[in-house]
Each structure stands twice: as structure tokens, then as C-alpha cells.
């Protein structure tokens, strides 16, 4: 395309097709983009968008969908009748849910039943044990937070399976824009831990996703 190169192998290989990552492109290019992946796909997934990049890709595409919590922009033409299910996302605060909801929507499109448990972060730790018999009943948790990051390590104490923490850039000056969160994630003493990039709800869906197919 000049500009870009696009990979219509991808699900392929990986199960997935291409994932658009907004940020930096133009709304023009992101549209010529996305009319091209799904020239042979049924699904689409752009991350980082904004509202003028999504009224670019209306025009274009208009089926699309935008979802502002997360800045996402989804086209799905081949629903899945039957979703797996045992996915559930938390976030610590209600600041941290934008990248929660980038982690839902991912996990979604890619055929997952996800359910949503936001604001149960350690300050009202109550909040969280409510949420116990329903957490222990999941396939892998994405646990979504910044300030401190201790909600990961706090969750995976109590479940039995695969946790996915998420460092949000959300906190004041000593959080360091999410490296706090992420060094206080890596550092976990609560085995069954995994960590992903800073704000990367993307990455975090998509892992999930990965795993909750293969404990099919």
C-alpha cells in the first residue's frame, strides 16, 4: 500500500487477523488499512483510535463500531454463535478501566464470554473478597492497575489459575507513569503471575484469550 504492508497471513498463522494500532497514523491511513484487512477477513480490531480517525473509517466501513472507554475501533462480520467462556477482567480504580475495556473488547472479538468486575482495588480490599467464589470459578484473570500495582499479586493469592497483570500509567509522581506498577507486578511473590507491557489491555486480552482456548 506504500505506507504499509499488510499481513493477510496473520490469522494463519496466529488465529487472528492483523490488529491496527492507531496511534501515529493518520485517519486515512488507518481506513485504507482496515479496508484491506478485511478485503480478506471477517474481523476488525484498531487500537489507539480516536473519534476523527473512527469518523474516517465510518465513512469507509460502515459497520464499524467505536468504543470510546477503551479507543477502540471493531468490525465483526462472522459473530461467534457459542463464546468460551471463563475470561474475567478487574481493575483496581475506575481510571484504570479504559485499558481494562481494551482487554474485554480484544478477548471478546476474539470469541470469549468476558465477564467485568471494575473498582475492587486493595484500598477497599472488601470490595475484592465479595468477589472471590466468582473469581475462583475463572480460567485466567486480567487484572488491570496502577498507583502501587498490588492487585495482581492480591488476586493470584486467591485463584488457582493463570493471572495476567496490567500496569496502568494512572497514579501520581512516584508511580513513574506505570513503571512502579510494572516492577511491583514482575516482582510478585504470588506464583501463576504474568505481566504485560505498561497500558497494554491489547496484549493482555489477547493472551487471555490464547490461554482460555487452550484449557478448552
Known amino acids: 500500500m506504500g505506507f504499509a504492508k499488510?499481513?493477510?497471513h496473520r490469522a494463519l498463522r496466529k488465529g487472528f487477523p492483523e490488529v491496527v494500532f492507531g496511534q501515529g497514523k493518520t485517519?486515512?491511513?488507518?481506513?485504507?488499512?482496515a479496508t484491506e484487512i478485511l478485503t480478506r477477513s471477517d474481523k476488525l480490531l484498531v487500537t489507539r483510535a480516536t473519534p476523527d480517525a473512527f469518523a474516517v473509517v465510518k465513512a469507509a466501513l460502515p459497520n464499524a463500531v467505536y468504543h470510546p472507554q477503551a479507543n477502540v475501533i471493531t468490525l465483526d462480520r462472522a459473530p461467534t454463535s457459542t463464546r468460551r467462556r471463563g475470561v474475567i477482567v478487574l481493575s483496581a480504580g475506575t481510571?484504570?478501566?479504559?485499558v481494562a475495556e481494551e482487554a474485554a473488547i480484544t478477548c471478546e472479538l476474539m470469541g470469549n464470554e468476558v465477564e467485568r468486575s471494575y473498582d475492587?482495588?486493595?484500598?477497599?480490599?472488601?470490595?475484592l473478597l465479595d468477589k472471590v467464589p466468582q473469581l475462583q470459578q475463572a480460567?485466567?484473570?486480567?487484572?488491570v492497575a496502577g498507583m502501587e500495582g498490588a492487585l495482581p499479586s492480591v488476586v493470584a493469592g486467591l485463584v488457582r489459575v493463570p493471572v495476567i497483570g496490567v500496569p496502568t500509567s494512572v497514579g501520581y509522581g512516584a508511580s513513574f507513569g506505570g513503571i512502579t506498577a510494572l516492577l511491583a507486578m514482575l516482582n510478585s511473590c504470588a506464583p501463576g503471575t504474568s505481566v504485560v507491557n505498561i497500558d497494554n489491555g491489547f496484549g493482555a486480552g489477547y493472551l487471555a484469550a490464547l490461554i482460555n482456548l487452550g484449557r478448552e
Open 6 to 8: 499488510v499481513d493477510h
Open 27 to 33: 485517519p486515512e491511513q488507518i481506513a485504507a488499512i
Open 95 to 98: 481510571s484504570d478501566i479504559p
Open 120 to 127: 475492587v482495588g486493595v484500598a477497599g480490599v472488601h470490595r
Open 139 to 143: 480460567r485466567v484473570l486480567v487484572v
